[in-house]
């Protein structure tokens, strides 16, 4: 009996990760990009990731983010590649936020490893961070950062030595569902499929135009910063770290290259109409509370960006992700709009859309996510 033929459409941030799996499984994977692998044009540039396990979203995703890291552990094993480096992580916020509540949530159901610190503490021991009156900062030692672009080609990579095939550079124009099939549409070329997972970032409202009023594309801007005394901000020195409660929500990743830090605006930079058309510009004074928050909270940086890029990613009315059979069909299955926090579970949501494609179900506790939500 021959394997069930599986595609993956969007070979990204998440779609590496079911192709990666699919090929583990034994399954005849094939991957559709539409640009070339570990491309910067969606959620998977932009040079690091966070990873948390104390979390901020809640607590339901704590389970998937134990399960990731134990999958980020055997893809490097797999790639003889550091993907995920364990750094710790600081959750800033006022003590009564409700994301700070999350977290501290999340570290008591799941016995997360995890200190609670007060300003003082943090003045003595991460004294980069300038905390409010009211403020405290959880220490999750059970976070890290992540190499999204290495991290997407190791996955790629691991697929085809297992025999998985990747189009790139073929951009698919339709998918069409019949009773025993499922077709990929590229250009004059059909392909046929026992089922067919699409991992298409921003671009999934194309593929299930019911979508597109609770799945909308936004454009994400990256900012790093530079030092007068770089060793303050390495990855030994300075743990990632994700702040609530100011201007603007904030997060942050050590220096990877030895000069520049980079810190971020949680905030999103507006929608796009059409994802085909990201518009890369970015205004002087479009930086100006990610540049305030910097001079204001963080110790040590200059507050104007020495570097900064541009990305998108598909985000939800309700800012979870949509993962499950499409509406009335029993051979697509969707997985998007992972709302700027997708990264870190890329390898588990690999595992999930594989389970989902091959078997119609999934082990995973995951009725957050599910499609059909939206229909209420």
């Given amino acids: 009996m021959r394997a069930p033929r599986v595609a993956v459409v969007g070979v990204g941030s998440i779609g590496s990760m079911v192709l990666w799996q699919l090929s583990r499984s034994g399954f005849d994977a094939v991957g559709f990009e539409?640009?070339?692998?570990?491309?910067?044009?969606?959620?998977?540039?932009?040079?690091?990731?966070?990873?948390?396990?104390?979390?901020?979203e809640g607590a339901n995703y704590v389970p998937l983010l134990k399960e990731a890291r134990k999958l980020w552990a055997e893809l490097e094993d797999e790639s003889g590649l550091e993907l995920l480096t364990m750094t710790g992580g600081l959750m800033i916020g006022?003590?009564?936020?409700?994301?700070?509540?999350?977290?501290?949530?999340?570290?008591?159901?799941?016995?997360?490893?995890?200190?609670i610190l007060e300003p003082a503490d943090v003045a003595e021991r991460f004294p980069q961070h300038i905390?409010?009156?009211?403020?405290?900062?959880?220490?999750?030692?059970?976070?890290?950062?992540?190499?999204?672009?290495?991290?997407?080609?190791?996955?790629?990579?691991?697929?085809?030595r297992r025999g998985a095939v990747v189009h790139r550079h073929a951009r698919v124009d339709d998918i069409v569902e019949d009773a025993d099939r499922v077709q990929v549409v590229v250009g004059?070329?059909?392909?046929?499929?026992?089922?067919?997972?699409?991992?298409?970032?921003?671009?999934?409202?194309?593929?299930?135009?019911?979508?597109?009023?609770?799945?909308?594309?936004r454009k994400i801007v990256m900012t790093w910063y530079l030092s007068d005394d770089p060793?303050?901000?390495?990855?030994?020195?300075?743990?990632?770290f994700g702040r609530v409660g100011g201007v603007i929500d904030t997060f942050g990743v050590p220096s990877l290259e030895g000069t520049m830090t980079k810190i971020g605006s949680v905030n999103t930079f507006g929608d796009i109409?059409?994802?085909?058309?990201?518009?890369?510009?970015?205004?002087?004074?479009?930086?100006?509370?990610?540049?305030?928050?910097?001079?204001?909270?963080?110790?040590?940086?200059?507050?104007d960006?020495?570097?900064?890029?541009?990305?998108?990613?598909?985000?939800?009315?309700?800012?979870?992700?949509?993962?499950?059979?499409?509406?009335?069909?029993?051979?697509?299955?969707?997985?998007g709009g992972y709302s700027g926090h997708g990264f870190k579970l890329?390898?588990?949501?690999?595992?999930?859309?594989?389970?989902?494609?091959?078997?119609?179900?999934?082990?995973?506790?995951?009725?957050?996510?599910?499609?059909?939500r939206f229909d209420a």
């Fill in 273 to 303: 109409s059409d994802p085909d058309r990201l518009g890369r510009d970015i205004e002087l004074d479009e930086l100006t509370h990610i540049n305030n928050e910097v001079s204001r909270c963080i110790n040590g940086l200059r507050p």
């Fill in 188 to 217: 004059d070329d059909v392909h046929d499929f026992d089922a067919v997972v699409v991992t298409a970032g921003p671009w999934t409202p194309r593929f299930f135009p019911a979508l597109a009023d609770d799945l909308v594309a």
């Fill in 346 to 372: 890329a390898p588990v949501m690999g595992r999930i859309g594989c389970e989902l494609a091959t078997t119609g179900e999934t082990s995973f506790a995951i009725p957050h996510m599910n499609p059909q």
């Fill in 231 to 240: 060793a303050r901000f390495t990855p030994g020195a300075f743990p990632v």
């Fill in 131 to 160: 905390l409010d009156e009211g403020e405290v900062a959880v220490l999750d030692h059970e976070a890290g950062l992540i190499r999204p672009e290495l991290a997407v080609f190791a996955a790629v990579d691991a697929a085809e």
């Fill in 94 to 115: 006022p003590r009564d936020h409700y994301k700070i509540a999350n977290v501290i949530q999340s570290t008591q159901d799941f016995d997360i490893e995890h200190e």
């Fill in 34 to 56: 539409q640009f070339g692998t570990a491309h910067d044009r969606s959620a998977a540039g932009g040079e690091s990731r966070m990873f948390r396990t104390a979390y901020m």
């Fill in 305 to 335: 960006p020495a570097r900064i890029s541009v990305h998108m990613d598909g985000y939800t009315t309700d800012e979870h992700p949509v993962v499950g059979k499409a509406q009335g069909s029993e051979r697509i299955t969707v997985m």
